[in-house]
């Protein structure tokens, strides 16, 4: 497998890349997506919301055997019913096979840039994200996750670290950054910690005027903002092996959040709603086809609750995506399925959109970066640029 690391450069990996895949793609292209001004959504009205779905290593492979489970099973995909899909490029700065971190900081921010580094570009800069801009221009916005929510996906939506291991600092991070609902994994990590004099990420939550909550219970009942959900030590079990009483439903979550976003206290104010099922990617990584199968339609499940309000609030978009690969998933003609990889792979990745601005994800294929750029012009704000310390 080819595999370019850093001594060579990332410009020439990137030309290398746009010339092989040109035939397909013309609008391969180094620097920003030409957007024209009339193509931005006319600035009237309330600013549209944005739900998007990561699923954590989802390729074409997974979406395929989970289609032919949920046939068997008399049911179809939700995200077939989406009238938009294309497929998206997911190398990192300097590696043709992305991480996480690199992925979600150039779905959040716009920005290419090195494994491991969560929502900072290659040079190690704080660059804005989508969920920081929404903020900032008056939006509300929230984070949900079956994995720790201190992870690498979660993280680079709201966090600038140059190290996804750094779970301690993203919590921190998080708090901060102050999203209105966060709900996934990774209790431990805002723990007090024995070793710290530090105050632990959790008291800092509760100053910062966060109700935490850490049962199902707890999920229903709190409605006040913001709202931590702390449901789990790390990521949570697989949907298949669920205790329902401890940990929600990756819908479950979706909904509440969705319910807290436009409650009382949203006041008519617009969101962005991140929600990831991280566990596609571990159950990949394992080979274990039943519970990749149930967490990709676990994650359609939470597609269905977010399709199902934007259906009725016309002015929200959706957005299915993975942040790469991984198994490199294959359905054999006699419905078996096979891993090509243990590890994450190059493959493009599916995408699904429906709402405003949704035309402008017709095309075959699209850079992980333009995610980014294009989410902000329907909002009408602006991602990438460095962050300004406070
Ligand atoms: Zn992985």
């Known amino acids: 497998m080819i595999r370019l690391r850093k001594p060579i450069s990332a410009l020439f990996a990137l030309i290398l890349l746009c010339a092989t895949v040109l035939l397909a793609a013309p609008e391969c292209r180094l620097g920003s997506p030409r957007l024209s001004a009339e193509s931005r959504p006319e600035a009237q009205g309330p600013a549209p919301s944005v739900i998007m779905f990561i699923g954590d290593g989802m390729g074409f492979g997974h ?3 989970a289609r032919v489970a949920a046939a068997a099973a008399g049911r179809s995909l939700t995200v077939d019913s989406m009238p938009v899909r294309s497929r998206v490029r997911t190398l990192s700065y ?10 979600a900081t150039a779905m959040a921010t716009g920005h290419k840039t ?34 720790a929510i201190t992870g690498a996906t979660t993280g680079a939506f709201a966090a600038h670290v140059d190290d996804r291991q750094s779970e301690h600092e993203i919590a921190a991070a998080l708090v901060s950054t ?8 990774g209790y431990a990590n805002f723990a007090p910690s024995l070793s710290e004099n530090e105050e632990s990420a959790i008291e800092r939550a509760m100053q910062a005027g966060y109700r935490v909550v850490r049962t199902v ?6 409605s006040t903002l913001p709202l931590l959900g702390l449901f789990a030590e790390a990521d949570f079990r697989f949907a298949a092996d669920r205790d329902p009483v401890a940990e929600p439903s990756l819908a479950q979550m979706t909904a509440r959040a969705i319910e807290l976003l436009t409650g009382e206290a949203a006041m008519g104010r617009n969101f962005f709603l991140l929600v990831e099922n991280d566990l596609i990617d571990a159950a990949s990584h394992e080979h274990d086809v039943e519970r990749m199968v149930s967490e990709v339609l676990e994650l359609d499940d939470a597609v269905s609750v977010g399709l199902e309000f934007a ?3 016309r002015n929200t978009l959706v957005l299915v995506v993975a942040d790469h690969d991984t198994g490199a998933v294959e359905l054999l003609a006699d419905g078996q399925v096979r891993f090509g990889s243990d590890d994450h792979t190059a493959q493009l990745v599916p995408l ?13 294929s699209i850079d992980n970066t333009e995610i980014a750029r294009i989410m902000a012009e329907v909002i009408g704000v602006k991602v990438g640029d460095p962050v300004v310390a406070p």
């Open 63 to 65: 979406i395929e055997a």
């Open 94 to 103: 300097a590696d043709y096979i992305t991480d996480s971190a690199a992925a």
């Open 114 to 147: 090195i494994n491991s580094f969560v929502g900072v570009d290659s040079e190690m800069q704080p660059v804005t994200t989508i969920l920081e801009a929404v903020r900032e221009a008056g939006g509300l916005t929230a984070l949900v996750t079956n994995g």
């Open 178 to 185: 102050r999203p209105d609902v966060m709900f996934g994994g």
């Open 217 to 222: 219970e707890g999920l229903v009942s709190a």
């Open 311 to 313: 259906r009725s609030h």
């Open 352 to 364: 699904f959109a429906e709402g405003p601005g949704q035309e402008r994800f017709s095309v075959d």
